[in-house]
């Protein structure tokens, strides 16, 4: 008997210490990236283009990775939006259920698992294939493939949840599927379909393997799609592999831009989930 | 007006239709596109040369991918053997024992941890991981390292993959019906027993499917396995040495140097490679956790 208790007390501990590791693991990364990040961080950072020399430690900041990225991912959820909503409305409203949506469910849930660089490495192939040169371009379309089966899987998952009787009174007033999917369905899943986009421009503004080779990098803010454009992640990977202090610095400075971005964009997801919810039909 | 609402809605089923279809089908897109890719390579040189010579050597035509291949497997089995018990230990607390203020308070935690984006995971590891094992864990296993090593990337992908094995075993543990718990329960067990005998029991192929999944994740991460793996293309022989895996291979080689023959289909067959690997677990994981999901259903 005492023995059980022993035991029950035993695994507890190591239990609540797995947890305590990983929660800590989480805060251990943020609090690193703060501490190390801050110091080199000023306004020069968020407003100026690199000026000569700034690879050495000279003057400038990284707007043109910011903007870049925010034109990347920007561009990438525009388009995986064009995509993913319709197709998450045909899986839910018009086809419903069957082996070729269980098929789409299967082949979208697999696609997420497939590593950012082989999305690079597929990106950059089709680009030779088409002679295209490393641009603004070719990284969102790269960035879209990456990021849509996650908006589609995550819009999937709210539409989903939208109750049956809500389409079937819309169904009874005579509305076409069209006008059930876009007016009764889409609005009703609203908050959770804005998570979607959200938490999928989130993961295209993190990644760096999937731009690597397609979108290129350059100190300038691209004024054309056919440009080549800089990112955040791949702007804090050339700076640490610099030898300079100055340069790893700015490195810190700028994964620490790059966090806040994604803490912001996690934290107004939420925010919208739950103020929007209020609106919603249960 | 009647005629216009239809036809809007016959042209929009079509175009949806046909969206679906090629959204689904990308993914054959991509292994075709691959393959053809990495044909050239893979009709000029036999299978087991590529996959087991050691000699990586493209200007001379010589492209052994084994010490990768053992780079890829010794970080993935690293990452695997810390992050599995940690995160199983967790997943256990959090659906089995914690009240619903700590599940709370952990859960939104553990997606932040699931949403840094990998490159400042790989400047963790460079700022933390690497000085941790230069300076304390190779004195301490008498041996001298630069800490940019499989350890390093081991821990720093274990991190990475805890978000995906908790929440998936989360889920396949509350799959388990609440009546199997209370009749363990009722006849005496404590919980820790029930957990182990019932619960983990019930729940074992789905928490398969987690960890699988979870490999599946740490063997195509990429830029901070770069970051902080050492790149050195040597077959490793203990934890503390540098390695050089597939995904970094790609990412340090492709798009420079396109001009040696060879070179560029060696690289894509390195990305076909990891793609095989991470479908085959992906359906795997994917065909167990369906068959759980459509149990609650």
């Given at each position: 008997?005492?023995?059980?208790?022993?035991?029950?007390?035993?695994?507890?501990?190591?239990?609540?210490?797995?947890?305590?590791?990983?929660?800590?693991?989480?805060?251990?990364?943020?609090?690193?990236?703060?501490?190390?990040?801050?110091?080199?961080?000023?306004?020069?950072?968020?407003t100026?283009?690199?000026?000569?020399g700034?690879?050495?430690?000279?003057?400038?900041?990284?707007?043109?990775?910011?903007?870049?990225?925010?034109?990347?991912?920007?561009?990438?959820?525009?388009?995986s939006?064009?995509?993913?909503?319709?197709v998450?409305?045909?899986?839910?409203?018009?086809?419903?259920?069957?082996?070729?949506?269980?098929?789409?469910?299967?082949?979208f849930?697999?696609?997420?698992?497939?590593?950012?660089i082989?999305?690079?490495?597929?990106?950059?192939?089709?680009?030779?294939?088409?002679?295209?040169?490393?641009?603004?371009?070719?990284?969102?379309?790269?960035?879209?493939?990456?990021?849509?089966?996650?908006?589609?899987?995550?819009?999937?998952?709210?539409?989903?949840?939208?109750?049956?009787?809500?389409?079937?009174?819309?169904?009874?007033l005579?509305?076409?599927?069209?006008?059930?999917?876009?007016?009764?369905?889409?609005?009703?899943?609203?908050?959770?379909?804005?998570?979607?986009?959200?938490?999928?421009?989130?993961?295209?503004?993190?990644d760096?393997?999937?731009v690597l080779?397609t979108?290129?990098?350059?100190?300038?803010?691209?004024?054309?799609?056919?440009?080549?454009?800089?990112?955040?992640?791949?702007?804090?990977?050339?700076?640490?592999?610099?030898?300079?202090?100055?340069?790893k610095?700015?490195?810190?400075?700028?994964?620490?831009?790059?966090?806040i971005?994604?803490?912001?964009?996690?934290?107004?997801?939420?925010?919208i989930?739950?103020?929007f919810?209020?609106?919603?039909?249960? | 007006?009647a005629?216009?609402?239809?036809?809007?809605?016959?042209?929009s089923?079509r175009?949806?239709?046909?969206?679906?279809?090629?959204?689904?089908l990308?993914?054959?897109?991509?292994?075709?596109?691959?393959?053809?890719?990495?044909?050239?390579?893979?009709?000029?040189?036999?299978?087991?040369e590529l996959?087991?010579?050691?000699?990586?050597?493209?200007?001379?035509?010589?492209?052994?991918?084994?010490?990768?291949?053992?780079?890829?497997?010794?970080?993935?089995?690293?990452?695997?053997?810390?992050?599995?018990?940690?995160?199983l230990?967790?997943?256990?607390y959090?659906?089995?024992?914690?009240?619903?203020?700590?599940?709370?308070?952990?859960?939104?935690?553990?997606?932040?941890?699931?949403?840094?984006?990998?490159?400042?995971?790989?400047?963790?590891?460079?700022?933390?991981?690497?000085?941790?094992?230069?300076d304390?864990?190779?004195?301490l296993?008498?041996?001298?390292?630069?800490?940019y090593?499989?350890?390093?990337?081991?821990?720093?992908?274990?991190?990475?993959?805890?978000?995906?094995?908790?929440?998936?075993?989360?889920?396949?543990?509350?799959?388990?019906?609440?009546?199997?718990?209370?009749?363990?329960?009722?006849?005496?067990?404590t919980?820790?027993?029930?957990?182990?005998?019932?619960v983990?029991?019930?729940?074992?192929?789905?928490?398969?499917?987690?960890?699988?999944?979870?490999?599946?994740?740490?063997?195509?991460?990429?830029?901070?396995?770069?970051m902080?793996?050492?790149?050195?293309?040597?077959?490793?022989?203990?934890?503390l040495?540098?390695?050089?895996?597939?995904?970094?291979?790609?990412?340090?080689?492709?798009?420079e140097?396109?001009?040696?023959?060879?070179?560029?289909?060696?690289?894509?067959l390195?990305?076909?490679?990891?793609?095989?690997?991470?479908?085959?677990?992906?359906?795997?994981?994917?065909?167990?956790?369906?068959?759980?999901?459509?149990?609650?259903?």
């Amino acid at each position: 008997m005492d023995r059980r208790r022993v035991e029950e007390k035993f695994f507890l501990v190591l239990m609540v210490g797995a947890t305590v590791v990983i929660v800590s693991s989480l805060i251990l990364i943020l609090v690193q990236v703060l501490l190390k990040g801050l110091p080199a961080l000023n306004l020069a950072m968020i407003t100026q283009t690199p000026k000569g020399g700034f690879y050495l430690g000279k003057e400038g900041g990284i707007l043109n990775a910011i903007v870049g990225s925010l034109y990347l991912a920007g561009g990438a959820t525009l388009l995986s939006v064009l995509l993913s909503l319709p197709v998450a409305l045909y899986l839910n409203v018009y086809a419903r259920s069957g082996t070729f949506v269980t098929f789409c469910r299967f082949s979208f849930d697999v696609l997420c698992g497939v590593p950012s660089i082989v999305f690079g490495a597929f990106g950059l192939a089709i680009m030779l294939f088409l002679k295209m040169r490393a641009s603004l371009l070719a990284g969102i379309i790269t960035i879209a493939l990456l990021i849509f089966p996650i908006m589609i899987r995550a819009m999937d998952e709210v539409i989903r949840m939208v109750p049956r009787e809500l389409v079937d009174a819309s169904d009874a007033l005579g509305a076409t599927r069209l006008e059930t999917s876009f007016r009764v369905v889409a609005r009703q899943a609203l908050p959770g379909i804005l998570t979607a986009v959200l938490i999928a421009f989130g993961r295209g503004i993190g990644d760096a393997a999937s731009v690597l080779f397609t979108a290129g990098f350059t100190d300038y803010i691209p004024d054309s799609l056919l440009r080549p454009a800089a990112s955040l992640p791949l702007a804090i990977f050339f700076q640490l592999g610099s030898p300079l202090n100055e340069v790893k610095d700015r490195a810190y400075a700028s994964a620490l831009i790059l966090t806040i971005i994604i803490l912001a964009i996690s934290l107004i997801a939420r925010w919208i989930s739950k103020k929007f919810a209020a609106h919603v039909i249960k | 007006m009647a005629v216009n609402r239809r036809l809007k809605d016959v042209l929009s089923r079509r175009a949806m239709f046909i969206l679906t279809i090629l959204s689904a089908l990308v993914i054959v897109l991509i292994i075709v596109g691959l393959y053809l890719k990495a044909r050239p390579i893979l009709g000029s040189k036999p299978l087991g040369e590529l996959l087991f010579s050691t000699r990586w050597r493209p200007l001379k035509g010589q492209f052994g991918f084994f010490p990768f291949i053992m780079g890829t497997l010794w970080v993935t089995g690293v990452a695997v053997f810390i992050a599995v018990p940690l995160s199983l230990l967790s997943s256990v607390y959090l659906s089995e024992y914690a009240s619903t203020r700590i599940r709370r308070l952990v859960s939104p935690l553990i997606d932040i941890l699931a949403g840094i984006p990998s490159v400042v995971y790989g400047v963790w590891g460079i700022l933390v991981v690497v000085p941790l094992i230069k300076d304390h864990i190779a004195p301490l296993a008498k041996t001298f390292s630069t800490g940019y090593s499989i350890l390093a990337a081991g821990i720093v992908l274990a991190i990475m993959i805890f978000p995906v094995i908790i929440n998936v075993s989360v889920e396949v543990f509350r799959s388990v019906p609440d009546e199997l718990r209370d009749a363990s329960l009722a006849l005496g067990a404590t919980r820790w027993q029930t957990v182990k005998r019932v619960v983990l029991r019930k729940a074992l192929p789905g928490v398969i499917a987690a960890v699988v999944l979870g490999i599946s994740r740490a063997f195509g991460e990429t830029m901070a396995v770069l970051m902080v793996a050492g790149n050195v293309a040597r077959v490793p022989h203990s934890v503390l040495d540098p390695a050089y895996p597939l995904p970094a291979l790609i990412a340090n080689n492709y798009g420079e140097m396109l001009t040696i023959p060879l070179y560029d289909s060696a690289l894509l067959l390195a990305a076909f490679i990891l793609m095989l690997v991470v479908l085959l677990f992906n359906v795997l994981s994917r065909l167990i956790l369906n068959r759980i999901e459509r149990g609650i259903r």
